[in-house]
């Protein structure tokens, strides 16, 4: 049995990882979730990653290398914490796995994010993939504070509306940044790729022990 060990901030983001795993039927792969939300509370109280932060994360993603094959995590904002550090074991951002099956699409790049503590690291990290004339993030505006209120069909549906009311432009694909964003997917009327961090990231994991 694979174990694949998911680092969350919020406890919702447990189910939607197990829906995308029964999606993808790897019945041989197992998830094991914990859930940091007292962290991702302080970098939302102290605007941001602080080096205290990204270290107890990068603690957190060292003891769960202990105990599974691969780590995703699945916070943009802790994320952070695990660019360019060796664990011994595959460990995933959702949003850098997403940048890089992003790139592959031609033409221009939308990510969404909800979260405003993540838009700096996640602006740094597509960038990384995508040249910037090719790349806009944008933040959905009120959508987080649905989130907070635990409505979590409402913050799905200002994801879509936001899309729906965005004035038009070219395309390649558009990206829902975040974890807890990707339930929103199904409400979005339109043609192009819609990427998700839950079914991206697991694929990729899986691959990388493959």
Known sequence: MTIIACLHAAESNAAVFEQALAALDYPDVQLLHQVESELFAQTQT?????????????????????????????????????WQVDFGKPVLRIDATLAKVASRYHGNILV???????????????????????????????????????????????????????AECPLGCIVLAQASMSGAEKRINT???????????????????A
């Open 191 to 209: 043609t192009l790729a819609v990427l998700t961090g839950p079914q991206v990231t697991l694929q990729a994991a899986i691959e990388a022990l």
């Open 46 to 82: 102290e605007q941001g990653l602080t080096p205290e932060i990204a270290d107890a994360t990068r603690a957190t993603i060292a003891a769960l290398c202990q105990q599974a094959d691969a780590v995703i995590v699945t916070c943009t904002t802790l994320g952070a914490a695990a």
């Open 112 to 166: 969404l994010c909800t979260a405003s503590s993540t838009m700096e690291s996640t602006t740094r990290l597509f960038s990384a993939f995508i040249p910037g004339d090719r790349l806009a993030v944008e933040l959905v505006p009120r959508a987080w504070a649905w989130f907070n209120q635990g409505d979590t069909d409402g913050y799905h549906q200002q994801i879509a509306d936001y899309i729906t009311g965005r």
